[in-house]
């Protein structure tokens, strides 16, 4: 499946992510923008959906959990360096646990080529309020 949506606010953000986040459940999600194009917005917009309660960024811890409706799984990657700090952080071990995982940062690393299937998002910033949503499916 491939998707692209354009998006004019924060509002229209988050319609969109009540929209895929069915898609999204039970998978791994590869988040890819630059800083501050609303990779973390995203996640908090799902998390929402799913009745997860409160999101936080997780740069400074790696990752956390939300319990909802559904398990996510919420990694950020970008303080990472190598790929044996993935290892460390049993990344491998629970992406597979079947809990809907976000990967923000995953163009860091190479994981199209660790992952079966997977959900791509990229989101690029046009402007201040503008960004572009594009969705890719890897089965």
């Known amino acids: 499946m491939n998707l692209k949506k354009t998006v004019n606010s924060e ?26 194009a609303g990779k973390t917005f995203f996640v908090k917009c799902v998390a929402e959906y799913f009745g997860c309660g409160e999101v936080s960024s997780p740069t400074f811890t790696l990752h956390h959990r939300y319990d909802g409706n559904v398990t996510i799984r919420h990694f ?4 990472l360096e190598n790929f044996a700090e993935l290892e460390n952080i049993d990344f491998f071990g629970i992406i597979e646990s ?3 995982c976000f990967v923000e940062w995953a163009d860091k ?5 660790e992952l079966e299937k997977y959900i791509e998002i990229t989101i ?12 890719v499916t890897k089965e």
């Open 11 to 36: 509002e229209e953000t988050k319609e969109f992510a009540f929209e895929v986040a069915e898609m999204l459940r039970g998978s791994v999600v590869l988040m890819n923008g630059n800083l501050g």
């Open 76 to 79: 950020d990657l970008y303080r």
């Open 98 to 100: 079947g809990d809907t």
């Open 109 to 113: 690393f190479n994981l199209h080529d």
């Open 124 to 135: 690029t910033v046009i402007n201040k309020n503008e960004r572009i949503f594009e969705m």
